[in-house]
T-cell receptor, first 112, second 115 residues
Framework: QKEVEQDPGPLSVPEGAIVSLNCTYS??????FMWYRQYSRKGPELLMY????GNKEDGRFTAQVDKSSKYISLFIRDSQPSDSATYLC????????????FGKGTLLTVNP | DSGVTQTPKHLITATGQRVTLRCSPR?????VYWYQQSLDQGLQFLIQ???????AKGNILERFSAQQFPDLHSELNLSSLELGDSALYFC??????????????FGPGTRLLVL
């Protein structure tokens, strides 16, 4: 079983839709949970990060972490065509202090 | 623009060859990380350097090596290249030693194609 599982999609939604992206993980030592956005032919950029369980909101983006279920989510409200990208979840913690473990990414397309 | 620069952007080479990828971190950042991104494996951590010293190792093959120079730029050397080494190679940097929660800033990547 991979440490981090993420549905690769692709996911296609109309503009204005609410998007839900998810990852599950197996390593209970993970403490920091991040979402990166990667546009085509670009490097990943940090979108949000959360420490431990709970919710974090930043504009149209909400990150949720449920450590008891080993499940994290990213919600995008009022999605825009400019949100079209690959979204990667990433985690770190425990014995992997210096190592980010990434999901494979979900390709999202928001259609105007 | 993250402030991390990588050269070259694209590289095409043949099996058995050796290539060097270069990374310049953001101004003031002391840590450099190397990642490999392929369709089947996703983004995988290879190695981290902090202020010139190797700090952490991930899934880096013995044919690959890296170093960080006194001016903090880093090079990733890939030798005896195989078809399966074709991938995107990203460099990232962070301000400190890579402690928990420290943000990593990614460069635009080098696309390597081994024929």
């Amino acid at each position: 079983q991979k440490e981090v599982e993420q549905d690769p999609g692709p996911l296609s939604v109309p503009e204005g839709a609410i998007v839900s992206l998810n990852c599950t993980y197996s390593n209970s030592a993970f403490q920091y949970f991040m979402w990166y956005r990667q546009y085509s032919r670009k490097g990943p950029e940090l979108l949000m990060y959360t420490y431990s369980s709970g919710n974090k909101e930043d504009g149209r983006f909400t990150a949720q972490v449920d450590k008891s279920s080993k499940y994290i989510s990213l919600f995008i409200r009022d999605s825009q065509p400019s949100d079209s990208a690959t979204y990667l979840c990433a985690m770190e913690g425990g014995g992997s202090n210096y190592k980010l473990t990434f999901g494979k990414g979900t390709l999202l397309t928001v259609n105007p | 623009d993250s402030g991390v620069t990588q050269t070259p952007k694209h590289l095409i080479t043949a099996t058995g060859q050796r290539v060097t990828l270069r990374c310049s971190p953001r101004s003031g950042d002391l840590s450099v990380y190397w990642y490999q991104q392929s369709l089947d494996q996703g983004l995988q951590f290879l190695i981290q350097y902090y202020n010139g010293e190797e700090r952490a190792k991930g899934n880096i093959l013995e044919r690959f090596s890296a170093q960080q120079f006194p001016d903090l730029h880093s090079e990733l050397n890939l030798s005896s290249l195989e078809l399966g080494d074709s991938a995107l190679y990203f460099c990232a940097s962070s301000g400190g030693a890579g402690h928990l929660g420290e943000t990593q800033y990614f460069g635009p990547g080098t696309r390597l194609l081994v024929l």
